[in-house]
């Protein structure tokens, strides 16, 4: 069974860095996409940055010069340094995996984690 699974949330003063990580495992053979989404209290599900397996990235406006998105496809694991932090930073963060291949032969189209919380205050 295909599951991602964060980790790195926490605490941090504004100005601070974390970095997340999101792990893959069931047997995983390929993973086209993976992400990163927000979802701050009463707010939206947003996106906050996505690679595919060739290293394509895409941020959303508001992270972009701040937060870096990467990958291992050898660990089947993205990562997300976020620096520079700021309040609105805050929120729950997602990992996402699309086009999941399993060496079983499960395909998984879309995949989520259960989140990691960010929270970023003084």
């Known amino acids: 069974q295909v599951q991602l699974v964060e980790s790195g949330g926490g605490l941090v003063q504004p100005g601070g860095s974390l970095r997340l990580s999101c792990a893959a495992s069931?047997?995983?053979?390929?993973?086209?996409?993976m992400g990163w989404y927000r979802q701050a209290p009463g707010k939206q599900r947003e996106l906050v940055a996505t690679?595919?397996?060739?290293?394509?990235?895409n941020y959303a406006d508001p992270v972009k010069g701040r937060f870096t998105i990467s990958r291992d496809n050898a660990k089947n694991t993205v990562y997300l340094q976020m620096n520079s932090l700021k309040p609105e930073d805050t929120a729950v963060y997602y990992c996402?995996?699309?086009?999941?291949?399993?060496?079983?032969?499960?395909?998984?189209?879309?995949?989520w984690g259960q989140g990691t919380q960010v929270t970023v205050s003084s």
């Open positions: 996402r995996g699309n086009e999941i291949t399993t060496r079983d032969g499960e395909y998984v189209y879309d995949h």
């Open positions: 690679i595919s397996s060739a290293g394509i990235t």
């Open positions: 069931g047997s995983i053979f390929s993973i086209y996409a």
